[in-house]
């Protein structure tokens, strides 16, 4: 059976904006906790237990309409096809976080709303004007503020995150390719289940038994997780993928903080200026698109 198609997404860029920030804010948080846990845990296991819980949260959310209808799309093997590559984009950033610090990871990785801009253009049929190309553009130039001095010695690990943000923004682009025929819940049930099933594989492979603090970090992550990947659907369904990503660039503030309180990283005044940078792009372009809107 078909299902109906949605009649089109709908246009509110303001609320596609707050939940882009706080979808931002979960994953800077669920971030921090994963690279403290990634020196003590299989990465496959992590990623189990994440999914399993993924799994009773998008329950949760379906319950009342029951699960079997949010299940029900018309584009089965989009939906499969994009969940899988969640799976595939999230591990290849916790290898990253073994590797690198957080801030410069994010950094890298900031790279990913001008892919999602250009791919928006080619396979979505979405406008991006100067002014939105501009805001992103500035939201670039304060990436490179925060990792300048990353760069003097390029190593092989940097192409990690490059690869981690190709993936985010293929990623982004099918959540907002799955919103014109399916609803939130539905992309939500499907990203949860097919991750769950995926990881199942590996899982228990090497597995190692948690302790007390390591079962509420694990089942932490996971929470957050789940909390910060329906915030993104519910921003995608809400505005056009190109929209929002100025405001994707709040991660690398978010993360900078957790990362100077976690793990010691005081930013530099290079850091703080790109920070700066990327808060006033994403206010430009939220107050554009406002004014735009009204016209």
């Known amino acids: 059976m078909m299902s109906p198609a949605r009649g089109g997404t709908r246009n509110n860029t303001s609320l596609g904006a707050i939940y882009t920030m706080l979808a931002m804010l979960g994953f800077a948080a669920m971030d921090t906790i994963t690279k403290w846990m990634v020196?003590?845990?299989?990465?496959?296991?992590?990623?189990?237990?994440?999914?399993?819980?993924?799994?009773?949260?998008a329950w949760f959310v379906v319950r009342r309409s029951g699960l079997r209808a949010a299940l029900r799309?018309?584009?089965?093997?989009?939906?499969?096809?994009?969940?899988?590559?969640?799976?595939?984009?999230?591990?290849?950033?916790?290898?990253?976080?073994?590797?690198?610090?957080?801030?410069?990871t994010h950094a890298i990785a900031a790279t990913s709303p001008l892919?999602?801009?250009?791919?928006?253009?080619?396979?979505?049929?979405?406008?991006?004007?100067?002014?939105?190309?501009g805001a992103v553009a500035a939201g670039f130039v304060g990436m490179l503020l925060i990792v300048?001095?990353?760069?003097?010695?390029?190593?092989?690990?940097?192409?990690?995150?490059?690869?981690?943000?190709?993936?985010?923004?293929?990623?982004?682009?099918?959540?907002?390719?799955?919103?014109?025929?399916?609803?939130?819940?539905?992309?939500?049930?499907?990203?949860?289940?097919?991750?769950?099933?995926?990881?199942?594989?590996?899982?228990?492979i090497d597995w190692k038994w948690p302790d007390a603090t390591g079962w509420f970090l694990l089942v932490a992550i996971a929470l957050i997780g789940a909390l910060a990947h329906y915030a993104l659907i519910k921003a995608l369904d809400y505005a056009e993928?190109?929209?929002?990503?100025?405001?994707?660039?709040?991660?690398?503030?978010?993360?900078?903080?957790l990362g100077a309180i976690v793990f010691g990283d005081?930013?530099?005044?290079?850091?703080?200026?790109?920070?700066?940078?990327i808060v006033a792009s994403g206010l430009y372009a939220w107050n554009h698109e406002r004014r735009a809107a009204r016209r």
Do not use: H, N
């Open 39 to 57: 020196a003590d845990y299989p990465i496959g296991q992590m990623m189990w237990i994440r999914y399993a819980i993924f799994c009773l949260f």
């Open 73 to 104: 799309t018309s584009r089965p093997w989009l939906q499969f096809g994009r969940a899988l590559l969640a799976v595939v984009e999230a591990a290849v950033f916790v290898v990253a976080f073994r590797y690198l610090p957080l801030a410069d």
């Open 115 to 133: 892919i999602v801009i250009a791919l928006g253009v080619l396979f979505l049929g979405e406008k991006a004007g100067a002014a939105r190309w």
């Open 148 to 204: 300048r001095p990353g760069f003097r010695e390029l190593d092989w690990v940097l192409l990690i995150p490059v690869v981690g943000a190709i993936l985010w923004g293929a990623y982004q682009i099918l959540i907002r390719l799955c919103s014109r025929t399916d609803t939130p819940d539905t992309t939500l049930v499907w990203s949860a289940f097919v991750a769950f099933g995926v990881t199942t594989v590996v899982g228990p």
């Open 241 to 257: 993928a190109g929209a929002v990503q100025p405001f994707s660039y709040t991660l690398l503030v978010f993360v900078t903080i």
């Open 266 to 277: 005081i930013p530099d005044g290079w850091t703080i200026a790109g920070a700066a940078v």
